[in-house]
């Protein structure tokens, strides 16, 4: 059983109407959105990162998916497991925990805290309700909106080899420990977006759910997409580069469907367009790009 | 660490009001009231139970601290974990799901589906989110007051032994593997009660918090414990039977406290009385008993 056939026959299930056919990253509840990660030590976080690191992202992959629904945080819940004789890795779990809910301002509302066979991977789970959200949509793309991305794509996954031993820049491995939910930019964007999400996975896969949501086809020139200088030093610029960017996961920033003549409040830069069809064509310089074998993570369903 | 002592440190966090210092069942946000329980497989339940009834007893714990609170269901958020070559077992979870789901009237609103190495043990988490909620609070008991148990205590302490493998009645086996939550009785008694929790860890332990967080001694009379048939058969009547029900966990029926004078809307049994004071006295046809070693289950924080 894969995560994607597990979904299918939980949308079987009776499903709240705020589920949206659990085809979205948010549910809707009242003024309220709510989501949902676990990550799994081994699976979603290597058994080395720091634990604080860990918190950090734990929180991060969370407020996420409310920053691409344009909602302040309203609080968390944690369900953390407790391995007996690792007591110095749950303080500084905490100690990164503590620091990002203050830097991210968000509390905590509760929670559970449960013991866990000593070796067993930890699995955490995070919930993070947020309010006043404007809540596009990922199916909400239009025929003729242009596809837009925040910030630079590829750092966390340059930084995740870097976590695995490449050597390579501090601030790629930093994108991967410490990434930022663009909570501010999607405040921003979302009343004026048709559809946004945030790029957890990769941006050729997440695109791609956006279009089946919206029920069209999306074309990305990968010459478009944007890498920072440190990037562009440690993996260059060249078609592989720039597809190893676009099909990397957890960089967290926010894709979105948007007419072209809105003015963004925000900088983001146009990566494709949506057109009536099915399915994702890659482009690169005018050059169709054959679609990559794995477009993305898929271990999140 | 312990899961009380990881607790502690929980609570030095940045926190939201409506966690009221994560010291009740149950957090409260806007009009609703939020709570979530994660389950291990070995430790909260035996790798032998039914999977059908892992995932009733998964959803069932989460809405009896609805119950306490007096809240309707709004929905709820499932955080499951998948492991290769189990197919047969999440499709039962997921058969037995669906059951819960609609006996209790509550539909999904979302969740996370992930991948769990093959050996790992299964850690399940839902959330579950409750409105229209008078929310009488575990701190609210009153000098004088009265504490009442609903139902009766000790069956699916019982029922435990027997999935173990003592030999015993299949209704004390269904108590421990299908708790039914008191929903309604949660309703009826939330506008009336000042101060209500739902027995989860045992009688004794439970009843021991709820007077320690409203600031006042409890003291219970074992003899008035309310035991079902099938129990006096299955333990016996004696004190020995009695301390054992009232030290198991699993019970989820309603505990609360009441004015003496009040109507109540449903059969509940008075078992103790809340003085001024601290501590838990335990009496048994009115000669003290002492307080045995472990009063209840305390794997959970």
Excluded at 89 to 109: R, V, Y
Excluded at 119 to 124: D, E, S, Y
Excluded at 163 to 175: K, S, T
Aim: glycine share 10%; proline share 9%.
């Amino acid at each position: 059983v894969t995560e994607a056939e597990f979904l299918q026959r939980l949308r079987t299930l009776p499903l709240h109407p705020g589920a949206l056919g659990l085809r979205d990253d948010a549910a809707r509840l009242g003024g309220y959105v709510l989501t949902t990660d676990t990550l799994v030590e081994g699976v979603h976080y290597l058994a080395t990162d720091p634990p604080g690191d860990v918190a950090w992202k734990l929180l991060a992959t969370n407020l996420s998916d409310l920053a691409a629904k344009g909602a302040r945080p309203a609080g968390v819940l944690l369900n953390y497991p407790l391995r007996s004789g690792a007591a110095g890795w749950d303080d500084a779990f905490l100690a990164g925990f503590a620091e990002a809910l203050a830097h991210f301002d968000t509390p905590l509302l509760g929670g559970d805290t449960v013991s866990l066979p000593a070796a067993a991977p930890r699995v955490l789970t995070l919930t993070a309700i947020g309010e006043d959200a404007p809540a596009p949509p990922r199916s909400g793309a239009q025929a003729g909106d242009l596809l837009y991305v925040t910030g630079t794509i590829g750092d966390a996954g340059a930084g995740l080899a870097i976590a695995r031993g490449e050597p390579g820049p501090a601030a790629l491995l930093a994108a991967y420990r410490r990434p930022q939910p663009r909570l501010a930019a999607g405040r921003a964007l979302a009343p004026l977006v048709h559809a946004m999400m945030d790029v957890s996975d990769g941006v050729v896969i997440d695109a791609r759910r956006m279009a089946e949501a919206s029920g069209l086809a999306v074309a990305i020139d990968l010459a478009a997409i944007p890498l920072s200088p440190e990037y562009r030093d440690f993996r260059g610029e060249d078609l592989p580069a720039r597809l190893a960017a676009a099909t990397a996961g957890d960089d967290y920033e926010l894709l979105f469907a948007c007419a072209p003549d809105a003015a963004l409040p925000v900088e983001a830069t146009v990566i494709g367009t949506f057109r009536v069809g099915s399915g994702i064509t890659l482009t690169h310089a005018g050059s169709p790009v054959p679609l990559p074998e794995s477009p993305g993570y898929q271990h999140r369903a």
